[in-house]
Every structure is written in C-alpha cells, then in structure tokens.
C-alpha cells in the first residue's frame, strides 16, 4: 500500500493505491496491469474516508485499487471554490481518474454516498469506466424512507453544528456519543469483537473533515440525491450488493431501483445492514469477484 497525493479541483487530495499480490506489477499513474488484473477505484461514504473499504480490499488481493479520501473527508482538502454537492463531486472523479490516467477499462465501486457520486458521474460521462459496482446503495431519498423523521432530526443536527459557535459546533459533530449512536444505530452485527471493532473505526474516522459548512453540504447531497435518479442512463453492467436488514437503503427499494437498470444484477447479503464492508466483507469479495469475472475489461 502507498498513499500518495494529486490536486484534482483546487483540492488537494490523498489518495491510497493497493498493489495487486503478484509481484512485479507496476504501481502508479496509468501502470498497465498484469493479465487478469484489473484496476477498482473504490468511493467511500459520508463521514467516512478509505479506511472504511479496507477490510474489503483485503480480500482483493490479485487487483489494483485506489481509494481516495473525498475532499473534505480523511486528510484531503475540501474544494476551495465548489459547493460540496453532488454535481461538484462527480466532477472531481471525472478529474482524479484523468489525473491518474485511468482508462475505461476502470472497475469503479461506489458505498452508500459513494453510490450516488459514482452513479451520476456515470450517467454523465458514458463509456468512462466499466463495469459498476454499488454497494449498499442508495436507492430512494432518505427523507422517504422508514427512518424519515430521523433524517429530519440528523438535518437539523448538522445545521445546527453548523450555525453554533465553532467550538460548541465542533464539540456536537465531534461528539462521541452521538457517534456511537449513528455506530448502533446501523451495525446489526451481535458478535461483541466485530462490534467493538465497528465502533473502534466510527470513533477513530467519523470525525476527520474539513470543516461545518462543507458537512452540512454534504449531508444534504446524502439525503437527497439517489442513484435512482440517473438509473436508467446507467447503461453498463452494474452490480447491486445490498443489505437484507438495511434500514438506509431498503431492499424493496433495491429490488425497485434493479428495475431501473440496463444491465443490473442485484446480490442481497442476508443478516446485515448498512455496514457490508464492514460486517460481511466476504460475502461482497465473493460478489465483486464473479461479477468481474463475468464482465472483463472492455
């Protein structure tokens, strides 16, 4: 593993690039990959930044992926001139990949608000990567959903960080409590050591962003854009992994959002939420792997 460093739209980004397990393949910008070995570049959620991914990544040894940290989240930047939107972070992907000079033969995953940036940044720019995979995601506004009246509360929770004095807003965002309620509130997990391992890794990376102002814009894009919306633009082959007992993206509006897609396939992993990555990485692996082989390199 490396991380390394570009400025894709004024922001400054970090980025991770895990080598595939053979040795001899060439690392960095536009290396060509091994036969076989294919190139994922993988978007992590809201609040989170790669170390999220990871315990997914790890069961992908024999390919290339590169996770950045959004800007605005983990150690990168925020955008300096852009809203923190949907549209300016479809943008910023469209940037990073050609940075990077990334072909179309770029595998692209997207988790939970990665599934919106990476959906919409297809829609727009057609034949850029292939195939798609989306885990967890978000197939309905949340406001819709059955935890709408906890959305309404979270987007008043996010405002109200945003409009208090710095330190009092900075203590409630950053509050280890309500980050250990968001952790309960989607684990579903009862194994005590993957558990306390969740909450280790809500606590230790749920709080690294920018600053209020480019959160509560974030979270506003969370809630209300969808990979719904663009579905039917989506004309690739595209990959589903959702969560039986996901509470944020439900399975009928999984099944609903299949319905939509060219080329969709759609693989439920029982017994879990939100939290694939992290509480069933394996079964997601196993997914990504026969979905790949299925859909090589253009």
């Not at 819709?144 to 405002?159: D, I, N, Q």
């Not at 759609?266 to 990504?288: N, S």
């Amino acid at each position: 593993m490396h991380q390394r460093s570009a400025t894709v739209d004024g922001a400054a980004v970090q980025y991770w690039e895990y080598a595939p397990g053979p040795a001899g393949v060439p690392e960095g910008p536009g290396a060509p990959g091994a036969a076989g070995v294919r190139t994922i570049v993988m978007v992590h959620g809201f609040r989170g930044d790669h170390h999220g991914l990871e315990r997914v990544v790890e069961l992908l040894p024999q390919h290339r992926i590169i996770m950045p940290d959004l800007p605005g989240f983990g150690i990168s930047a925020a955008f300096p001139n852009s809203p923190h939107d949907i549209c300016s972070y479809s943008s910023f992907l469209g940037g990073f990949l050609a940075t990077l000079q990334l072909g179309p033969e770029t595998v692209l995953l997207g988790h939970s608000f990665g599934s919106i940036v990476a959906s919409h940044f297809v829609a727009a720019n057609p034949k850029r990567v292939h195939p798609l995979v989306l885990v967890n995601p978000i197939a309905s506004p949340a406001l819709e959903g059955p935890k709408g009246v906890m959305t309404k509360l979270a987007v008043f929770y996010y405002w109200a960080a945003a409009k208090l004095p710095e330190r009092l807003g900075q203590s409630l965002l950053r509050s280890k409590a309500i980050v250990h309620i968001m952790s309960l509130t989607m684990a579903k997990t009862r194994e005590p050591a993957l558990l306390s391992f969740i909450h280790g890794q809500h606590h230790a990376y749920f709080s690294a962003f920018a600053n209020r102002d480019m959160l509560l814009e974030a979270f506003e894009a969370s809630v209300a854009g969808t990979v719904r919306e663009v579905a039917a633009e989506l004309d690739l082959p595209t990959l589903l992994i959702a969560g039986a007992e996901d509470e944020i993206a439900t399975l009928p509006q999984q099944h609903k959002l299949l319905t939509l897609l060219p080329q969709g396939e759609l693989v439920v992993v029982e017994r879990v939420g939100h939290l694939i990555h992290y509480e069933t990485p394996q079964r997601a692996a196993e997914a990504i792997l026969d979905f790949l082989e299925r859909h090589p390199a253009p």
